[in-house]
Nanobody, 126 residues
């Protein structure tokens, strides 16, 4: 089993930056594909970013390209999501997810992920 815990959310102003952190326990993330998703009020959860552990290959939703950066820290078994130039439409609960598949590939669909965190709320005021 893998436990994922997100942190770093909060109330921010438009134009600000923040970094979300997802710490994994219970299993090393070596060989995993990690993803970030978000659910805005009244909307379905959507894909934001994904990265293959160790391969440093990443992919992003078109709506966040250029402002969001996903990264990993092997030593800390942690994945990050940096968000720059926050917009009110970025307001959402952000979820970290992990998948252990072979071969290791980028994953953009919720159904491909095995483990999920509880989410971190990000609220952007205009």
């Amino acid at each position: 089993q893998v436990q994922l815990v997100e942190s770093g959310g909060g109330l921010v102003q438009a134009g600000d930056s923040l970094r979300l952190t997802c710490v994994a326990s219970g299993r090393t993330l070596s060989g995993a594909t990690m993803g970030w998703f978000r659910r805005a009020p009244g909307k379905e959860r959507e894909f934001v970013a994904t990265i293959t552990w160790g391969g440093r290959v990443a992919n992003y939703a078109d709506s966040v390209k250029g402002r969001f950066t996903i990264s990993e820290d092997d030593a800390k078994n942690t994945v990050y999501l940096e968000i720059h130039n926050l917009k009110p439409e970025d307001t959402a609960a952000y979820y970290c997810a992990a998948a252990f598949k072979e071969p290791i590939v980028l994953l953009t669909k919720e159904r491909h992920y095995d483990y999920w965190g509880q989410g971190a709320q990000v609220t952007v005021s205009s």
